[in-house]
């Protein structure tokens, strides 16, 4: 039986063990968040040879450091294993802004003690003590000067409930940046773009909505954002007010109730529109469908979803 060593512990663990559990079962106190290979929260530093399941879900440079996802390893040898430690590998940040935007989400803001170079809709890991959970970035670095996160609060969690304590002056570490599927292309100009969220899936695309208007995108530009019920529109002035000052933006704020009627009575304009879809993995579903249906090619949609908690 292959053999795990992490620090001055070491014990043996089935051959073909998930790596993760194997070290959580143990003691070694590992965050995770989606199981999936996605959210990055249990970045672990390996010695040793392991089956990895999604060896190109981290870059060639980490992967060359030793860095892997332990949720998606097998234990197949003796392997020596090194936590991720927000304390050392981490960034420190102070937080500068935390307040509700309705009951349920909460906008926090960042300023990191160094400056972080990023692009609107990547996402970044955000570590509470050892408490880690992934967020997309809703700020524009061109234009804010801090790093804005709309959190989800509704449901109770390890990372929500902490989030809710903080207050401005507090710290948090930030950990792995990462590149996300949703970003405005230049090149993009002069086609019709369309942006569809659900929930806090508004959050970066509340950024890449900026960035195009930031670069005078010049075709129709159109926002979606279904919620639960009207109290979870939580961007709807900001979003009027951006549509009061460009022609080319229109906003749409669809609830629940409203959702099947609305999605029926989705038409494509143009079969040059570029769609781009964020939140819950159903509702990212059911825009994904019914665009195709209207004739969107899939090459043509990006798509990020936010995983519930595994």
């Given amino acids: 039986m292959p053999e795990l ?3 001055e512990r070491h014990w043996s663990v089935s051959t073909g063990s998930n790596l993760l559990d194997a070290l959580n079962q143990a003691g070694v106190a590992v ?24 060896p190109d879900a981290l870059s060639p440079a980490q992967r060359q450091d030793g860095w892997r996802l332990a949720c ?50 990547q996402h970044l890991v955000l570590w509470a003590g050892q408490v ?30 902490a ?15 990462r590149g996300g599927a949703l970003q405005y292309d230049p090149a993009w100009q002069t086609q019709p773009l369309w942006l569809l969220a659900s929930g806090t899936g508004m959050g ?26 009207a109290s979870g529109h939580y961007l709807a002035e900001p979003l009027a007010a951006l549509a009061a000052q460009h022609a080319n933006l229109t906003v749409e704020l669809w609830t629940a109730a409203e959702q099947a009627q609305a999605l029926a009575q989705l ?3 143009s079969r040059q529109t ?10 990212v579903e059911a825009f994904s469908k019914r665009l195709f249906l209207a004739g969107l090619p899939r090459n043509q949609l990006l798509a990020d979803v936010f995983l519930p908690r595994g």
């Fill in 5 to 7: 060593h992490v620090g």
């Fill in 31 to 54: 965050p995770y968040s989606c199981r999936a290979g996605s959210c990055h929260a249990c970045l672990v530093r390996c010695q040793g040879d392991v089956e990895d399941k999604q």
């Fill in 72 to 121: 998606q390893c097998q234990v197949t040898a003796d392997l020596r294993v090194e936590a991720y430690d927000p304390t050392r590998d981490g960034l420190s940040a102070e937080v500068v802004g935390a307040d509700w935007l309705n009951t349920t989400v909460l906008r926090l803001r960042l300023q990191p003690e160094r400056g972080l170079r990023y692009r609107a809709g």
């Fill in 132 to 161: 880690a959970r992934p967020y997309s970035l809703a700020s524009l670095p061109q234009e804010d000067p801090f790093l804005e996160f709309h959190l989800e609060c509704r449901q109770p969690g390890a990372f929500s409930d």
């Fill in 163 to 177: 989030a809710r304590q903080l207050r401005v002056g507090d710290r948090l570490r930030l950990g792995e940046l």
């Fill in 204 to 229: 970066p695309l509340w950024g890449v909505l900026r960035e195009a208007l930031r670069q005078n995108h010049q075709g129709a530009i159109r926002v979606i954002h279904l919620a639960h019920d």
């Fill in 267 to 269: 038409r494509l304009v």
């Fill in 274 to 283: 570029l769609a781009l879809l964020c939140g819950h993995p159903a509702n």
